[in-house]
């Protein structure tokens, strides 16, 4: 089958190509924009407390007003604030007010603290979502607003809660997709440059790329209309790094080949056909183990993960039908020309590092393998200190202005005082809530430990639902007030509801709680799921059932050895309280489901090499020397890609670019490279059972050969 569509590509290039820029312009025109959220209740499923209490919020309560950000007024020198800097402070209230910004209601006076030291006021916006995109934006221009009126005061102002936040998170962390791109062009250009010495295949990879990720984003934004699929906001930057770095593997698997068979002395059409009928069937196992992993997600009870799953899963078969088609058409067209000005196609290479390693793995495999899985092992012990941290806030640059101006709120109020916990009473059958019960019901809440205040029930106007503010010692997506709104205050509140109410709580700490419990859940299923997945793939590719068991275990291996590395770095030796909750997921999408795409090129070459007939070693050899340069490559330049994310001064960037980076190049090589072939060269004819994959076959005719050794017909052909 591989060969046919590589006939056709190479043969009929110039409609292969047409079809691509055809779709591409077509669907960049024509399909509709990827929708993005960022409100974490939207990807909670509808039975999750937290997201009850916002249904019956938003039905029962449909006016309350919440303020979106919290201007936090103090003196410069610190002191407690006089009447004239209190008649300041409703000066520049009333000034923000006169503003009129977009999304913004009314900026009105808020309380001043017991001490005297801190004064607010609440921002108030026309929009209840606030991570609405306009939002931010009023708020930086807010910030800007109050400069002037606060010139001939003693006050200072900052402005914080959820709305400031997101634009200092935003802002903190630059434009992640452009730096996430022009690093990944320029890492592309120059490593593919450095390989084989051609502008043309510096370039070319870069351009093909960009066509696949315009039909790629099209078909994305299509399936979401249709679908009603929504993606998270980091899914564009997620997308640029799949598209880039599996696009990157894919044309580098075929390329190196390509060469491979050139210097066999075939013709470039003959060589290109012969390259995809030879990895053809490797991408494409690589290519649906990814897929599959992707598509697990689906399980996920995070709407965030279900929505990702699918995209992430069409951009990787989009990817996959480009690198069997449209790369070979246009390699067809340039033929030799394509490494000019390089000659160094023509001649084999001393390549003493690949050809090092595989004359280490096939003499002293026993050695190599014990030590490879020790360094794996010892690593992952580390993850067993893992740690969740919801905190986003914790992570942020201290510098920015929500931080410093929540830190001075802080002095003066409860650390929740921005964002309190909402509690819900709720009438079963319908009656009036009685008002005595309803403060019986409040002292219970302020009763509470790390419960800072509550406030009178606010009833609905049928006096059937009544509401509660109540506010928290610590800070919203803190771990103490995340633990206590998913503990203590849920449980203390479903106890003290009185005979025929039902209580529920929300709010911010709430819904990260409910948060942290799908985590929990998706990670006890999902990985199972696509680690099953994977190894069907691998069993149907190699026809073996011992072969996936072990490249699977070594695959865990190595996910642990990442986490944990990751662990000892960042927990440990910089002293964080937890790492970013999400990151076992991000380690899982690009470390285990890419970084299988190594160990798959492997083990498919040992297989090659071994139906040659020629002895254990020698396969093992020939097979580690010439699949290493391909394999270190395309993992440099996907681990390069994340490791720009540990320039960003955003905590959790640092993170996802360390553990990803390190993770990608130790699945190079150290189990690819290493691990991989050497447990195969151990377990010997074992490796294949039942398929008996490794049973010598009928040499191929010299011309369409595509092993590192050359018949002398090959060598006479090439001189």
Do not use: C
């Not at 249709?226 to 906001?233: I, M, N, T, Y």
């Not at 698997?253 to 030879?278: D, I, M, S, T």
């Not at 998706?522 to 011992?546: C, E, N, Q, T």
């Not at 996802?656 to 447990?679: C, D, E, H, Q, S």
Request: glycine share 8%.
């Amino acid at each position: 089958m591989f060969q046919r569509v590589g006939r056709f590509a190479v043969h009929r290039p110039w409609l292969t190509i047409a079809a691509w820029i055809i779709a591409a312009v077509a669907l960049a025109l024509l399909a509709p924009g990827l929708k993005s959220t960022t409100d974490e209740t939207e990807f909670l499923p509808s039975h999750y407390e937290s997201v009850r209490a916002g249904n019956l919020q938003e039905k029962s309560f449909p006016k309350t007003e919440q303020p979106a950000a919290i201007a936090v007024f103090k003196r410069a020198d610190g002191g407690k604030l006089t009447p004239e800097d209190r008649r300041d402070v409703a000066t520049v209230t009333t000034g923000l007010q006169d503003k009129h910004r977009d999304k913004i209601g009314k900026v009105v006076p808020g309380a001043v603290a017991p001490n005297g030291e801190i004064a607010l006021a609440n921002i108030i916006a026309t929009t209840k979502n606030s991570y609405d995109e306009k939002l931010p934006d009023s708020v930086k221009q807010l910030r800007e607003d109050a400069k002037p009126l606060l010139e001939k005061t003693h006050l200072k102002m900052g402005i914080t809660g959820q709305a400031a936040t997101n634009l200092d998170s935003k802002e903190s962390s630059g434009n992640t997709d452009a730096m996430i791109m022009s690093a990944t062009f320029l890492l592309i250009i120059v490593l593919l440059l450095i390989i084989f010495r051609s502008p043309l295949i510096a370039i070319l990879p870069v351009i093909i790329i960009g066509i696949v990720a315009s039909v790629a984003t099209g078909l994305i934004g299509t399936a979401a209309s249709v679908g009603g699929l929504k993606a998270d906001s980091s899914i564009s930057a997620i997308l640029i790094v799949v598209l880039f770095g599996v696009g990157t593997d894919y044309i580098l698997f075929l390329l190196f080949r390509y060469r491979e068979h050139l210097r066999e002395g075939q013709e470039p059409k003959q060589a290109l056909v012969n390259a995809v009928e030879r990895v053809g069937e490797t991408i494409a196992s690589a290519a649906g183990a990814v897929i599959v992993a992707f598509l697990a997600l689906l399980l996920s009870t995070m709407g965030m993960m279900r929505a990702m799953g699918p995209s992430l899963a069409i951009a990787v078969g989009v990817t996959l039908v480009a690198a069997l088609t449209l790369v070979p058409a246009v390699f067809s067209l340039l033929g030799r020309k394509a490494f000019w000005p390089s000659k160094a196609w023509q001649k084999q290479p001393r390549n003493r590092f690949a050809n090092g390693v595989g004359s280490l793995v096939s003499h002293r495999p026993g050695v190599v393998g014990v030590l490879s899985a020790a360094v794996l092992a010892v690593l992952a012990v580390g993850a067993f200190g893992f740690k969740s941290e919801f905190d986003t806030t914790s992570q942020l640059p201290q510098k920015l202005e929500s931080v410093q101006a929540m830190k001075d709120m802080q002095r003066g109020f409860a650390a929740g005082q921005s964002d309190p916990a909402m509690v819900y009473l709720k009438s079963k059958d319908g009656a009036r809530l009685d008002k005595a019960q309803l403060d019986a019901f409040r002292a219970k809440l302020a009763e509470i430990d790390g419960v800072g205040q509550a406030a009178p029930a606010v009833p609905n106007p049928d006096g059937t639902v009544a509401q509660y503010s109540v506010i928290l010692k610590y800070r919203p997506t803190e771990d103490k007030a995340i633990e206590l709104a998913g503990g203590d205050l849920r449980d203390a509140a479903h106890k003290a509801a009185p005979s025929g109410t039902e209580a529920v709580v929300g709010g911010t700490s709430a819904v990260l709680a409910d948060i942290e419990d799908a985590v929990a859940h998706d990670y006890k299923l999902v990985f199972p799921v696509a680690g099953l997945a994977i190894m069907i793939i691998l069993g149907l590719l190699l026809r073996s059932l011992v072969a996936p068991l072990y490249l699977m275990i070594s695959v865990a291996l190595g996910f642990g050895a990442t986490l944990g590395a990751t662990v000892w770095l960042f927990q440990d030796m910089q002293h964080k309280h937890g790492l970013l909750f999400m990151l076992p997921v991000i380690v899982y999408l690009f470390v285990v489901a890419i970084g299988t795409d190594y160990n798959i090129l492997m083990v498919a070459r040992l297989r090659e090499e071994v139906r040659k007939g020629v002895s254990a070693r020698q396969a093992i050899r020939t097979a580690v020397s010439q699949s290493a340069p391909t394999i270190a490559s395309a993992a440099i330049i996907l681990a390069g890609t994340f490791g720009v994310l540990m320039l960003a001064e955003n905590s959790m960037l640092q993170q996802m670019g360390f553990a990803v980076a390190f993770g990608i190049l130790l699945t190079a090589f150290v189990m690819a490279m290493l691990l991989v072939p050497t447990i195969t060269s151990l377990l010997g004819h074992k490796a294949w059972w039942p398929g008996h994959q490794d049973a010598p076959r009928e040499a191929p005719a010299p011309l369409t050969e595509g092993g590192p050794q050359r018949t002398a017909d090959s060598t006479h052909a090439h001189r």
